[in-house]
């Protein structure tokens, strides 16, 4: 039963998938429709490239590609500094408590039969 092993699953499995889920998620909701998701596509092209070379052995660009993605870590802070602050500043100010009691009292107002109209973007 070799095959199984895999089933091996933990709760903290689930917890560290769930939690990446969300990082990957508000990181998504972050750069959509901005020029970010083009300069990330454009790294994870050029990471694919690198990682192809080294798996045919092709030293010379293999080592070129290695060198500009070595300074590619101080280059992403650079560029997406603006999207990281965003990040930031979004995770700061997410306040899950808030949010959840709001939401029971408008399911509260919809049981009574009042009609409300609200715009819950945040």
Request: no cysteine; hydrophobic share 55%; proline share 0%.
């Amino acid at each position: 039963m070799e095959f199984l092993d895999f089933l091996d699953f933990k709760v903290t499995d689930v917890i560290d998938i769930v939690l990446v889920a969300i990082l990957l998620y508000y990181i998504y909701k972050l750069v959509r429709g901005t020029v970010a998701i083009n300069i990330f596509i454009g790294i994870v092209i050029v990471w694919g490239f690198w990682k192809l070379t080294q798996l045919l052995d092709m030293k010379m660009i293999s080592s070129m590609v290695g060198g500009f993605m070595s300074v590619g870590l101080i280059a992403l802070i650079i560029v997406f500094q603006q999207e990281i602050r965003k990040f930031l500043l979004m995770i700061g100010s997410t306040n899950l408590a808030t949010k959840r009691n709001l939401s029971r009292r408008f399911k509260f107002l919809r049981q009574e039969g009042i009609a409300v109209k609200t715009d819950l973007k945040a």
